[in-house]
């Protein structure tokens, strides 16, 4: 790690957190800091990092101390000097928590079964019960122990302490019963007596309450554990999008080396199908470069020397030599990288509605607890029926319904939407659904399919269609540019097979030349049949500028001396994107399209699918500027896209929606993903997220409300361990009929 002392406190700093359980963690941690003059923090339970604004004197080691103060642990990160290495089983996060899920499953099922089933109750079996109960309680439960005592010595309570609190009780009074009352006497029973009776507990044992809301709370913690670790997941996707080596021209030869050796001003050779190793300036050759991925924009990119092209980016063309220029964390990919990495650390994430809960009820049934010991004593109950209420009223303010709501719906809610082609990635994803009032959607490969498409054919005077489309097929063919095989593509499929080409000749960033059926072909630019005499007539010439004005791409054919005819070539639409924008607005949100691409492009597609609102041609950091710039407006924006290019913007808004035939970072930095590419599953996404948010909020309720209600039977003397169990039993199955209620959604794709 950096040390403290050696960086400057001007501009942002990061801290690394250590010790957070849930989402309060990181709202304490972050009033903690923000308590410090001149420091504007945010923390992100997520990435478990925090981003601090330094306006004063405050020295980094000061805010270490401050968040060790408040319970957790704080360091500087290590210098970003290469990507982190792919993570390994050993690394895994979620190792810790599934193993304690599953030892504690194990020992579980049996302690529920013997307390519930008469006649699984044979002699001595509480004896058991206790046996397997207690390494659940004292070591599966250990890191809400841990955590509720954080909490206590900083006066806080949340789910940990409730936890805590109700599984210790439960186990304490057991072992108080099985030792010290009548519980531990052979043949021992629990029979189903629903009755309300005073009794003074000595003969009842709790075990299978405290083993059950322990195993139930960590398996949402383990889910939630295995989310969290996806949050790093697009920084290291991106990261990877970069070439691993490169070939560097030293005294006239090619040298292979690795990537992270290249020094600035070397000159590297980039072929044809390879990724540009970094950031530099084309000296030698002339190629087209495929930038979608960075830019969003379809059309390759024709360059040549003294054009600037941009590490990451895919050569299609021909053979190119580039002197370095940017390397390391200059690079526009290690910029894009900070962005997603930003755009993540600097997003609140919501609190769990358990916790807010948490921090009022907790207090409220200790100090109701206190009080039912304090009146039992004072009015001159016994010690044992005194301690039976206090403890009973602990005990029934930590219900397994609570343990349930959450993971129970999110279970059914994310099996339901994997069904239907959403995959939903915890519960913060479902947070903002409710709010999100804008839409911003991502142009290439989310509204449109991203791939060019022949669209038309416009033949001169006298021409035929079928010709043309098989001259200039057959020789766009022999080319790998993006809109040659287009063409190539669509004439195959209007036609049949294609000839044979002789003589081909590729004219870098123009066009392409051939002999196919004894006809010389030139299929390119206006430009290059004017260089071979063949220059296209007036009425070519409008069809090629009527194309181009709504953001399509026009080519020309010639052969044998003359301008035959022009080839239009544009992205597409998909076909179910006007319905899926028409969706979006029925559950009253408004759509606006943000692209790299040009505006004519942008424009003529949104009016295809019936989007009003249209910001084009703009960089990445563009489009996290426009998200930020509605939020500051007043806007919940949720974010579609599908490219590099829109994963800072993804993770920086609301809610990140991404397609799932995007790219691996893409799919990383957003929340929801639609797996099969229909931009209607996004409609479906926010209805689906919002009916589970829903459900998990009347799980919550109910959940509570149960035992809320129970409180006072506690506090009278009058719940036996069968009404508790009863009472939990109901709301438990309250709680799972109602999350199965989910699997009744239905999407709007046929």
Known sequence: MTSATQLSTSGPIELVIGGMTCASCAARIERTLNKLDGVSATVNYATEKARVDIAGDVSPAELITAVEQAGYTAALPAAPTSPDPADTSEDDPAAGPRLRLQVSMALTIPVIAMAMIPALQFTNWQW???TLAAPVVVWGAWPFHRAAWTNLRHGTATMDTLVSMGTLAALGWSV???????????????????TIARTDGTGS???????????????????????????????RALLELGAKDVSVLRDGAEQRIPVEQLPVGDRFVVRPGEKIATDGVVVEGSSAVDASMLTGESVPTEVGPEDAVTG????????IVVEATRIGSDTQLAQMAKLVEDAQTGKAQAQRLADRISAVFVPIVIALSVATLGFWLGTGGSVAAAFTAAVAVLIIACPCALGLATPTALMVGTGRGAQLGILIKGPEALESTRRVDTVVLDKTGTITTGRMTLLDVV?????QTSQILQLAGAVEDSSEHPIAQAIAKGARERVGSLSPTEGFENLAGLGVQGIVDGHAVVVGRAELLAD?????????ARAMHAAEAEGKTSVAVAWDGRARGVLVVADTVKPTSAEAISNLRALGLRPIMLTGDNRAAAESIAAQVGIDDVIAEVLPQDKV????RLQAEGSVVAMVGDGVNDAAALARADLGLAMGTGTDVAIEAGELTLVGGDLRAAGDAIRLSRRTLATIKGNLFWAFAYNVAAIPLAMAGLLNPMLAGAAMAFSSVFVVSNSLRLRNFRSTIG
């Open 205 to 235: 044992i709790y075990l299978e309450a405290a083993a059950g809301v322990t195993t139930f709370i960590l398996a949402g913690r383990f889910f939630e554990t295995r989310a969290k670790r996806r949050a790093g997941a697009a920084l």
């Open 176 to 194: 108080y019963a099985l030792f010290w009352g009548t519980a531990g006497t052979p043949g021992m029973t629990h029979p189903f007596e629903l």
């Open 532 to 540: 071979w005499s063949q220059p296209v007539d007036a009425d070519l």
């Open 312 to 319: 990451a980016t895919v050569n299609v063309g021909g053979r």
């Open 128 to 130: 058991l019960s206790l």
């Open 625 to 628: 500027d426009t998200v930020e």
């Open 459 to 463: 033949p001169a005077d006298g021409e």
